[in-house]
């Protein structure tokens, strides 16, 4: 009896599908927000996501090395300190602008390991797009809000080198499941703290269920993945779709209108997203440890 092959989906689109799946479930997170508060929100996020892994891919943890699981410790707490500082900078600023700011650590990231002159001019290009994208003129910007989204930022490029690393050590699937619960320990205690017992509501898990979903569960497998075919530098740059996804969500869900710089910064983004797809075909690709 034969045994059916796994879909695989191909690593460009699998980046875009998760980030149009994570800025679904940050719409839903925003609705979330009033009642239960950014670090509830996040910490629900992140431990229905980790039981949700767990329950569909069931990873065997006996076979887990010792390297395996320090590398997957590492990668937990980056994604988990990702998610929970981004929630609380975006319950203080804007969604698009949120998103802009924490581009600049993978931006940074795609920067230090370019090595083609072409490739400079897609970080160009993006850059150009996320200062247009932001809303530097506007009085009144939440400080706070502003720098935990350039911290959010620093651990996404954190999240993005671990995941590349874990992702050549064991399968993308145990490998997220894995690192969610590592980040389940690190934003579950946060929330207690925050008060969820005493806010949280039953029928509030299926919006949980559903955030958990789009915003961890999907995106991060797809991303896991696409991180064994793609170099980090090319994932990274990729992202800028982020911003531009971000504000079209906020048009959709939460009825927040562009101006004319801002739509053509989403045009640069996705100039600078389209030349990196072009230049990823060129690419070698890294080939997962056996």
Not at 81 to 102: D, K, Q, T
Not at 116 to 127: G, P, S, T
Not at 141 to 160: C, S
Not at 196 to 204: A, R
């Amino acid at each position: 009896m034969e045994t059916k092959k796994r879909i695989e989906i191909p690593p460009v689109p699998a980046v875009l599908l998760s980030i149009i799946s994570v800025q679904g479930g940050a719409a839903i997170a925003k609705g979330i927000f009033p009642l239960l508060g950014a670090i509830s929100t996040s910490s629900l996020r992140i431990g229905l996501s980790a039981v949700i892994l767990l329950l569909v891919n069931r990873p065997n943890l006996r076979s887990i090395t010792k390297a395996q699981w320090k590398a997957a410790a590492l990668y937990g707490i980056a994604l988990g300190s990702m998610n929970i500082i981004f929630y609380m900078a975006i319950s203080r600023i804007p969604l698009a602008l949120g998103v802009a700011l924490e581009f600049v650590g993978p931006l940074v990231l795609a920067l230090t390991k370019s090595k083609q002159k072409i490739d400079f001019l897609w970080v160009i290009l993006a850059a150009a797009g996320i200062a247009l994208i932001a809303p530097w003129s506007n009085n009144g910007l939440n400080i706070v809000g502003m720098l935990l989204a350039l911290l959010a930022g620093g651990f996404w490029a954190a999240y993005i080198v671990l995941g590349g690393r874990i992702s050549k050590m064991m399968d993308g699937r145990t490998a997220v499941t894995i690192g969610m619960i590592f980040a389940s320990a690190i934003v579950v205690p946060a929330a207690i703290g925050d008060g969820i017992i005493t806010h949280l509501k039953p029928w509030m898990l299926l919006s949980g269920v559903a955030l958990a979903l789009l915003s961890s569960a999907i995106p991060f497998t797809l991303e896991i993945n696409a991180l064994r075919k793609i170099p980090a530098k090319t994932f990274s740059i990729l992202m800028s779709l982020e911003p531009a996804v971000a504000a079209l969500s906020g048009l959709i869900f939460l009825h927040e209108y562009l101006s004319f710089y801002e739509w053509l910064a989403i045009a640069l983004i996705i100039i600078a997203s389209a030349g990196t797809t072009l230049s990823a075909k060129k690419a070698p690709q890294v080939a997962p440890e056996s």
